[in-house]
């Protein structure tokens, strides 16, 4: 399968750092979808990581990041970062109790469906690599809501902080 961007070039896209960016490489990107793997569930210094292991409630990170890499490789190349925050997850389904459990690596495919300036929907699958899903559902992303005023929170973060 052929690497487009390998860990260092989506660290270089995405707002995680270190042991927290958990994709490794990126296979495939269109304008509305990109399929990445990782072998960081693997990983014994995964952030994700609980004295449990690294449960599959997790996959939706990993499907996050995978939204967060889209944004940056489709927005136009004079664009400033856009932030986002995941403002929902629907329709999940968790078809193994933890990733770090299964051999070799994840597979991460999201799927842009709907969008605007201000949000975005995406449905994600996590598979194995005999392609078995691991995990799916469908999340909607805020954009623009990291970049916060230059005095602080907005009013609406504020109001929420309350």
Known sequence: ??????????????????????????HESSDTHVL??????????????????????????????????????TAAADAPPQGGR????RGVKLHVLRLD?????????AERLAGDAGQAMYQFTLRDERQNILAQGRATVLLNSLQASPGGPSATQQEHAK
Do not use: W
């Not at 260092?8 to 958990?22: E, K, N, T």
């Not at 995941?86 to 997850?89: E, F, Q, R």
């Open 86 to 89: 995941l403002a929902s997850v």
């Open 1 to 26: 399968m052929k690497t487009l961007l390998n860990a260092a070039d989506i660290a270089a896209r995405v707002p995680h750092c270190g042991a927290m960016c958990l994709l490794h490489a990126l």
């Open 101 to 109: 459990t299964i051999e070799g690596r994840l597979f991460v495919h």
């Open 36 to 73: 990445c793997s990782t072998t960081s569930h693997h990983a014994p210094d995964n952030p994700l990581r609980s004295a449990s292991g690294l449960l599959a409630c997790n996959a939706i990170e990993y499907a996050a990041q995978a939204m967060a890499l889209h944004g940056a490789i």
